[in-house]
């Protein structure tokens, strides 16, 4: 029998003096035609992220691929702990997050565009428009957000030294770091200075709640179903198990010493910083938009501010 999917999902943790830890992967068998896993691989992997949880700390299990400008042009960033990127686990949040600029590409791009079409038709409607454009105004807001995976739903029974999950999903979230207008080559008046302000908040007002109900929605449904995300979508599923498993009491626990040790003995994997550096800013998409003057101008979108977030809580779905 083939599969296409492997999930830990069960785990039993006797005392050391027991029966040692068991554990329990659910596999999906595929369908002909569909790419199939090696089980017994997809079980080490699983197995390898688990540990991995383990042994980092919870509040080391981030990463951010983000874009800096050096001084003189934009450059990709790595942000990772150094034994969190030795592993299965860094690695897959990685992938993730480099995957995840391009999810809502279709989506995004209708957005720019009408987004830079409002603020037009925004400025246009001022009643100092005819003073503005005699200015020579063609000005358009210019902003930047950062978007993190985090758990949605993790649904799980457990009882003393066991828990299986039955559901892991996860969520996009989305925060406006910046949203500003430059005005600095124009010597308006403040009553048009208020006024492009105002616009302005206006118009990001608008921004924030297409990010919220139509960007978070596109990709928060392409982390759960599409198969790209399915090494992240199991992930999350071995590091919810591996978070309870760090509240539980650590005198009766084999993997004790294990536990926030950083000690990733047997799960080392390399890490190329530099490879990873290339993706975190990278060419995504253009558009074209029509400016105050009625010419047609492109702007292109490059990746970067993007983040990832492992933590999970099982506690709000766990019944004993």
Same mark, same amino acid.
């Given at each position: 029998?083939?599969?296409?999917?492997?999930?830990?999902?069960?785990?039993?943790?006797?005392?050391?003096?027991? $029966?040692?830890?068991?554990?329990?992967?659910?596999?999906?068998?595929?369908? #002909?035609? %569909?790419? +199939?896993? =090696?089980?017994? !691989?997809?079980?080490?992997?699983?197995?390898?992220?688990?540990?991995?949880?383990?042994?980092?700390?919870?509040?080391?299990?981030?990463?951010?691929?983000?874009?800096?400008?050096?001084?003189?042009?934009?450059?990709?960033?790595?942000?990772?702990?150094?034994?969190?990127?030795?592993?299965?686990?860094?690695?897959?949040?990685?992938?993730?997050?480099?995957?995840?600029?391009?999810?809502?590409?279709?989506?995004?791009?209708?957005?720019?565009?009408?987004?830079?079409?409002?603020?037009?038709?925004?400025?246009?409607?001022?009643?100092?428009?005819?003073?503005?454009?005699?200015?020579?105004? $063609?000005?358009?807001?210019?902003?930047?957000?950062?978007?993190?995976?985090? #758990?949605? %739903?993790? +649904?799980? =029974?457990?009882? !003393?030294?066991?828990?299986?999950?039955?559901?892991?999903?996860?969520?996009?979230?989305?925060?406006?770091?910046?949203?500003?207008?430059?005005?600095?080559?124009?010597?308006?008046?403040?009553?048009?200075?208020?006024?492009?302000?105002?616009?302005?908040?206006?118009?990001?007002?608008?921004?924030?709640?297409?990010?919220?109900?139509?960007?978070?929605?596109?990709?928060?449904?392409?982390?759960?179903?599409?198969?790209?995300?399915?090494?992240?979508?199991?992930?999350?599923?071995?590091?919810?198990?591996?978070?309870?498993?760090?509240?539980?009491?650590?005198?009766?626990?084999?993997?004790?010493?294990?536990?926030?040790?950083?000690?990733?003995?047997?799960?080392?994997? #390399?890490?190329?910083?530099?490879?990873?550096?290339?993706?975190?800013?990278?060419?995504?998409?253009?558009?074209?938009?029509?400016?105050?003057?009625?010419?047609?101008?492109?702007?292109?979108?490059?990746?970067?501010?993007?983040?990832?977030?492992?933590?999970?809580?099982?506690?709000?779905?766990?019944?004993?």
């Amino acid at each position: 029998m083939d599969f296409r999917s492997a999930d830990l999902v069960y785990i039993s943790g006797d005392s050391l003096t027991q $029966n040692g830890i068991q554990f329990v992967i659910k596999a999906e068998e595929a369908l #002909p035609g %569909e790419p +199939t896993v =090696n089980l017994a !691989e997809e079980r080490k992997r699983l197995l390898d992220v688990f540990l991995a949880a383990l042994a980092i700390p919870n509040d080391k299990q981030w990463v951010s691929l983000p874009a800096r400008w050096d001084g003189t042009k934009w450059v990709g960033d790595v942000e990772i702990d150094s034994v969190l990127a030795k592993t299965e686990l860094g690695r897959i949040m990685l992938d993730a997050d480099v995957k995840m600029k391009f999810s809502d590409l279709v989506v995004m791009r209708n957005m720019y565009k009408e987004f830079y079409d409002q603020w037009t038709s925004l400025v246009r409607s001022s009643p100092y428009y005819e003073q503005i454009h005699r200015y020579g105004f $063609n000005e358009y807001p210019y902003w930047a957000f950062r978007t993190w995976i985090c #758990p949605d %739903e993790v +649904t799980a =029974n457990a009882e !003393e030294g066991k828990i299986f999950i039955s559901t892991a999903r996860v969520k996009v979230k989305t925060e406006l770091m910046m949203c500003e207008l430059n005005l600095s080559p124009y010597r308006f008046p403040s009553y048009i200075v208020n006024d492009l302000n105002n616009r302005l908040k206006t118009w990001e007002a608008s921004f924030i709640n297409k990010l919220k109900t139509v960007r978070e929605p596109t990709i928060t449904e392409s982390l759960n179903n599409d198969p790209e995300y399915k090494d992240m979508r199991e992930a999350y599923a071995a590091v919810a198990i591996a978070q309870w498993y760090k509240r539980q009491d650590r005198s009766k626990l084999f993997y004790r010493d294990l536990i926030d040790s950083k000690n990733i003995t047997g799960l080392e994997i #390399p890490f190329d910083r530099d490879y990873w550096a290339n993706q975190a800013l990278q060419y995504i998409d253009a558009f074209t938009f029509t400016n105050f003057f009625g010419q047609q101008e492109r702007l292109e979108l490059w990746g970067g501010c993007e983040l990832i977030d492992a933590s999970v809580d099982v506690s709000p779905g766990i019944s004993s």
